[in-house]
């Protein structure tokens, strides 16, 4: 496929009109792709990780502002290394002589182009897998069809309020709730090979805020009632760590109880959401963030 850089940039919902040919979108996108990482990376849910780990290559740049986002020196800084197309297909290839079972890409949505150019110069035959904060348009979606086998997304809040003060996008839960039915519509249910490795799927990922039990419940009713049943896996996470402006900000700036995580995985077995997987309390740590040192790249 070829394309040519927006000269008025929709990729991401806010729809921000950059010509990314002159200067940065509001996401820190410019004409040319930037990266932090890539590397065999062996912190995600274990149907992608496994044995030797996911190929994941880490993005710079990013379409949300959360103020907890562990990856706020890429994602908010921006810190990265430019890289042409050809460049990016290169960094596929080597990950997949690495040995990773898939290639993982995290926060690509800004460059959602020059990303699927790449993945067919490099025509790794690995499952793909988009990894998103779920800030995604229905159009962006459609747009992966045939390029994406598997989508990690998240659903992080029910309340517009904490979609303003925690990502700056009050209408963060209808668009990543849309986003992630389309993905199902997509790509239908979970196929798994016979190690247990996702070849294709959804998987919705909630992370558990501290002074937020209330939304989460609400993230999970939605979830079980407007998701189809039995289509996508689910993973609740207890990793919260305060990174970044959450340091400063209560609630924010305190690692959830063992209490409110319990009342969060307890409603999701009440309403029947155990297809997936459930964080252990003690994950909350901050060596799960891996250094943004341009490796591989």
Known sequence: MNFSVPTHCTLCPRKCGAD?????????????????????HHWEEPCLSGTRGSGTVFFSGCSLGCIYCQNYPISAQNFGKELSVEELAGVFRRLAEQGAHNLNLVTATHYRPWVQQALHIADTGLPVVWNTGGYETIEAVDALKGDVDIYLTDVKYASSELGRTCSNAPDYFDVALAAAKRMIEQIGPPVFDADGLLQRGVIV??????GCVEDSLAVLRALAEELPRGEFLVSVMSQYTPFYKAKDQKPFSRRISTYEYRKVVNAAVELGLTDGYMQEKSSAKEEYTPPFDLEGL
Request: charged content about 20%; aromatic content about 0%; glycine content about 14%.
């Open 205 to 210: 990922r909630h992370l558990a805020l501290p």
């Open 20 to 40: 990314r040919t002159r200067t940065a979108g509001l996401c820190g996108g410019g004409a040319r792709v930037k990266a932090a990482r890539a590397a065999l």
